[in-house]
């Protein structure tokens, strides 16, 4: 891969999916679509399941804070192997504004999360 270097954290948010869409390449990154959400409110731009927590990790976490730690851990791993994700990093560096929606209610401990600061911290090289 081409020297393309670190993404800018400018170039990549966190929003809730249930928020009013503002702008920004929208990637809905759940494994599930939302409940209550219509295809055309969410105005995604893509759904990237394939970054989304696996089936067991996501039933394993349940949202408890106490597996906050072990989530992130686990989560960290399977982002580590997987091809999509890398594919994905390289097409945020392209955009100046990627949105990654989530639908968890809790705004600081979710997928979400993890995937833009595990995105914000590869070297692109």
Not at 64 to 92: H, K, M, P, S
Request: aromatic residues 10%.
């Amino acid at each position: 891969m081409a020297d393309i270097g670190r993404l800018d954290p400018s170039q990549v948010r966190v929003r809730r999916i249930y928020a009013e869409p503002d702008g920004g390449f929208r990637v809905l990154v759940d494994r599930l679509w939302p409940r209550g959400v219509s295809k055309a409110r969410a105005e995604l731009d893509e759904w990237l399941k394939d970054a989304a927590p696996s089936n067991e990790l996501r039933q394993w976490f349940g949202h408890r804070l106490e597996r906050w730690e072990g989530f992130t851990e686990r989560y960290i791993q399977e982002l580590e192997g997987n091809r999509a994700v890398a594919d994905f990093a390289a097409q945020c560096v392209g955009r100046p504004d990627t949105v990654l929606l989530f639908a968890a209610r809790n705004e600081e401990e979710n997928e979400a999360v993890v995937l833009r600061d595990y995105l914000l911290g590869l070297n692109l090289t």
